[in-house]
């Protein structure tokens, strides 16, 4: 018999060279005790940072008692508790909650149920956005062009409409609402008509688009185009929600209510759980056998969720990283002054971005060596943005004064070692 050992697959890429052997708060401890600032919080999960404790012994004493009651066939009591609790949290229209295990999953739940609730085949998405990577969200997502190469086609019945990322356009506010707004009603007369489009998908702030917050206007817009035509909004909050934009979720900025909302991500400090939000009206208009799945709304990750909304009540968090995210945003912009290659510093709350350029075009190559000099310090960031030239900046809500000045430091030396 040959001597065969398993490896994993050759495309699943880490975008650092650090074996995590512990996490603890803010910081990733490798198998050598070496400590790193964790900047990344696995891409926004670990909202309460790693293993606080009220999290670890939630799911610690779930575990001892039930790990997987399948949703569909018993009842797990973990499941009607979050449900109760985010409806504190969410809009007061919205009061039904479908629980699944990502973000994508929920994206693909919410396309069946804005299709079957109007009747409508269509779906409007904005330039710019993730939503995820199974095919049904991955139709939705143009964030870049790599995660959907080779897989075409799409699925139908998905419309792109410019999102208004003032910076790419390079006109003011104003000029890019406008533009943005008119390019969406003149989709309906050419492209989607309203008779037809069952939703409008947006990201209040695009991830890995870019970092790019959405403005109050243009917010305002969409609402008043949906409610006119019988169109949902429906609202990603995967990575900007759960208080990583310094309000609990990222609509919170623009005054503007949705129909339904995606939620994942920091729902749950690294368990796997996601949840769909919408009104018992709407819900109840899906077709039976919609929702379903074998793991989701797995016991042990709605208690770990349970005790996630706990700790981001009972510490502050959300105010916490209102005030960081400031303390963020003022010492890059001040770093900015110096290094004019930063070219544009932009996001809310602990969900910024940082857009390097060198002779006016993108410089992913200069923000990866900035990332891997960074890691030599002992801080891990990650990138995103169709050419990977946004230095992104997403530490655990629980960061302080300390840690974020820590790291700013860091960054300035990077800026320097590979200028």
Request: glycine share 12%; with cysteine.
């Amino acid at each position: 018999m040959t001597d065969h050992k398993g490896k994993l697959s050759p495309l699943l890429k880490q975008a650092t060279g650090i074996v995590a052997a512990k996490g603890e708060g803010c910081h990733i401890i490798d198998p050598e005790g070496r400590r790193y600032l964790d900047f990344t919080s696995g891409i926004g999960v670990t909202s309460t940072g790693h293993c606080h404790p009220k999290v670890v012994e939630a799911a610690q004493k779930q575990v001892a008692t039930m790990i997987h009651a399948q949703a569909t066939t018993v009842m797990n009591p973990r499941l009607p508790e979050l449900a109760e609790k985010l409806g504190e949290l969410t809009p007061d229209n919205i009061d039904a909650f479908f629980f699944s295990n990502a973000g994508t999953e929920v994206a693909e739940a919410g396309i069946r149920l804005v299709r079957q609730a109007t009747g409508r085949p269509n779906i409007i998405v904005f330039h710019g956005g993730f939503h995820g990577r199974t095919m049904g969200s991955l139709s939705l997502t143009t964030s870049s062009v790599g995660l959907r190469a080779g897989v075409s086609p799409m699925m139908g019945g998905v419309v792109v409409a410019p999102f208004p990322h003032v910076h790419h356009y390079g006109w003011s506010e104003e000029e890019t609402t406008d533009f943005c707004l008119r390019e969406l009603d003149r989709i309906f007369v050419t492209y989607s008509a309203p008779k037809e489009t069952a939703a409008m998908m947006i990201e209040p702030v695009q991830g890995e688009g870019g970092y790019v917050p959405a403005n109050r206007r243009f917010m305002e817009g969409l609402r008043e185009r949906a409610n006119k035509h019988g169109i949902m909004l429906v609202f990603d909050e995967v990575q900007a929600g759960f208080g990583r934009s310094g309000q609990f979720w990222g609509h919170d900025h623009f005054g503007v209510k949705p129909d339904a909302i995606m939620i994942a991500k920091g729902l749950a400090s690294g368990f796997p759980i996601s949840a769909l939000a919408a009104s018992e009206d709407t819900m109840a208009k899906g077709w039976p056998g919609s929702q379903g799945g074998t793991y989701g709304g797995n016991a042990v990750a709605a208690a770990a969720a349970l005790a996630t909304i706990d700790v981001i009540r009972e510490e502050q968090l959300v105010a916490n990283a209102e005030a960081m995210g400031k303390r963020l945003r003022d010492g890059l912009e001040s770093l900015q002054k110096d290094y004019p290659e930063m070219e544009d510093v932009r996001g809310l709350g602990l969900m910024q971005g940082v857009e390097m350029r060198r002779d006016g075009q993108p410089d992913g190559e200069r923000a990866g060596k900035i990332l891997k000099e960074c890691e030599h310090h002992g801080l891990l960031m990650l990138r995103c943005g169709p050419y990977q030239e946004i230095v992104r900046w997403l530490p655990p809500l629980i960061v302080n004064s300390q840690q974020i000045d820590e790291a700013l430091g860091i960054f300035e030396e990077a800026l320097k070692a590979t200028a």
